[in-house]
C-alpha cells in the first residue's frame, strides 16, 4: 500500500539546522510531485516547498526562501527538506505530500514530523 513516512525532526536551538527526509513506497515515485507543508499550533496547514517529478523545479514559501532546500532522489525514492537558519516560527509539524495530475488527480499525505525550535 500506499506510504509516506518522514523523519528527521525534533528540538533546534534557533539558527540551528535539521534534514528532514519522506520515504515513499506503494506508488511510482519519479512521476509524482512531491512537496512538504506545515502546520503549527492554531493555524492552518500551509506550503512549504514543492519539486518537479524530475527535480527540475522548485518553489517555496516567502517565509522560507533562502533558508530551506527541497530534493529528491528517485532512485531512493525519497524526498529531503534541509532546514537552516531555524527560527522559533519554523515550530511546526511538517507533512509530505505526493501528487499527480493524470487522467483523474491522486493525492497522498504522510503523518507528519515535529520541528520545535526553542532555547
Known amino acids: 500500500q500506499v506510504q509516506l513516512v518522514e523523519s528527521g525532526g525534533g528540538l533546534v536551538q534557533p539558527g540551528g539546522s535539521l534534514r528532514l527526509s519522506c520515504a515513499a513506497s506503494?506508488?511510482?515515485?519519479?512521476?509524482?510531485?512531491m512537496s512538504w507543508h506545515r502546520q503549527a499550533p492554531g493555524k492552518e496547514r500551509e506550503l512549504v516547498a514543492g519539486?518537479?517529478?524530475?527535480?527540475?523545479?522548485?518553489n517555496y514559501a516567502d517565509s522560507v526562501k533562502g533558508r530551506f532546500t527541497i530534493s529528491r532522489d528517485n532512485a531512493k525514492n525519497t524526498v529531503y527538506l534541509q532546514l537552516n537558519s531555524l527560527k522559533p516560527e519554523d515550530t511546526a509539524v511538517y507533512y509530505c505530500k505526493a501528487e499527480r495530475y493524470g487522467l483523474g488527480y491522486t493525492m497522498y499525505w504522510g503523518k507528519g514530523t515535529l520541528v520545535t525550535v526553542s532555547s
Open positions: 519539486i518537479t517529478g524530475t527535480g527540475s523545479t522548485t
Open positions: 506503494g506508488f511510482t515515485f519519479s512521476m509524482y510531485r
